[in-house]
């Protein structure tokens, strides 16, 4: 999949797509509102069980675990598991709640940028996930409308990759 600033192409298709409020970067830190360029793979994801069927995949190698109400990601440079998922009901750290009420992640993909060995600063919780309205610009990740989303899943492969540029 080959992202640009207002559209992306993958299996001869194009799609509206958001990216971060910052634009595009290639030197990424942590606030700084834009989505990083490079290569990225998709390394699993969640979605809301008690809003959506978990998305059809075919060969695609992703794990889609569903999350709960005190499921959390890291985006605290300070935290010693800046980046990372945890699932508690109180952090010191500061953090964004996976399960919250807009439908972002309803269903979302955590990529490999800055993950999963973290360096503190460099962004967290880049993910490909539904977008809030179109061209909506988001923190950092990428997002899509929900059925195209889903369609880039359901054809998604070991082998794909998202090329921001």
């Not at 990216?19 to 290569?39: C, F, Q, S, V, W």
Request: aromatic share 10%; net charge positive.
């Amino acid at each position: 999949m080959v992202v640009t600033r207002w559209n992306a192409r993958f299996l001869g298709r194009r799609f509206r797509v958001s990216i971060g409020r910052g634009g595009m970067t290639g030197n990424k830190r942590e606030g700084d509102l834009a989505t990083p360029r490079g290569i990225w793979r998709i390394m699993g994801g969640g979605y809301r069980a008690d809003r959506t069927v978990i998305p059809q995949l075919n060969n695609s190698g992703i794990a889609l675990q569903p999350i709960g109400p005190q499921d959390i990601w890291s985006d605290d440079p300070e935290d010693p598991a800046y980046n990372h998922a945890l699932s508690t009901p109180n952090h010191p750290f500061r953090h964004e709640r996976l399960r919250m009420a807009p439908r972002l992640y309803d269903v979302f993909l955590i990529s490999d940028w800055n993950w999963p060995d973290a360096q503190p600063g460099k962004g967290s919780a880049i993910f490909i996930h539904q977008w809030r309205k179109p061209r909506h610009p988001t923190a950092g990740c990428l997002a899509f409308a929900p059925e195209d989303l889903r369609w880039i899943l359901k054809r998604w492969t070991l082998q794909s990759r998202i090329i921001v540029r």
